[in-house]
């Protein structure tokens, strides 16, 4: 299986300043079109200082973000000031230093009732990409994270989430901490994207990233082995620490 296409830099703060280029080119490519552009963040620690970019002058202002419209991945069950909170992360990263400019935002709230919330957020889907009850909404672009058991959003090793393809959010029992229930976008979501962008650093991942890369194709095992845009673009940016083993 040939390795997706990737790129390493010295560190974390090289890998985010290309990351926000690359939005920014997304965002350009949707905008000229006359479209909205519709991403989907990720969660966890990795694309905090991408976000902080985003929200820095240098980058904001080259960003028309009237025509941004963001998603989640996905989100832990907590509340949506918990320190675990994907949304909090957001927020502090990229709204509050966002100031006066008007993000549209779309939190994927988790709560008593996961599959309910599930379904909310499907809805909230559907109004976005003006989707009838069967269609399945192309991402112009889905940040994605990868833990160092090979999970990617809230899709963990073994777990039932990995095979819901009839729905496009799914509960998801978590793998790693924090062990609270989860909201997943699903494959049929992530691999209808027109660019999927992983972020990965650190030397806890090199050893994932070497078997996502050059192992065998075990997508049980390894559940961001799976994501692979059926018409679209997957492109993974690692440090070289990440990147340490290939
Ligand atoms: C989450 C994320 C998750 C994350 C990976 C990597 O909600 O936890 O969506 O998929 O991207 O766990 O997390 P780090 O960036 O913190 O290593």
Redesign the pocket.
Known sequence: MPRPIYDVYPDKDALSHHAVELFIHHCQQAVAHQAMFRVAL??????ALLYDLLAHPEYKDRIVWEKVELYF????GVPPDDADS?FRMVKEHLLEPLGETQVTIFPMMCGLDPDEDARHYEETLRAGFGLDPHGVPRFDLIL????ADG????LFPHKASLHVTDRLVTPAEPG?KPFVT?LTLTYPVLNNAAHVLFLVA?ED?AETVKRVFDGEPLPEELPSQAVKPTDGELMWLLDQSAASSL
């Open positions: 990720s969660g966890g620690s990795t694309p991945g996905d989100e832990r994907n994605l994270g990868m833990g999970h990617t959003a809230s790693l989860r650190g991942k």
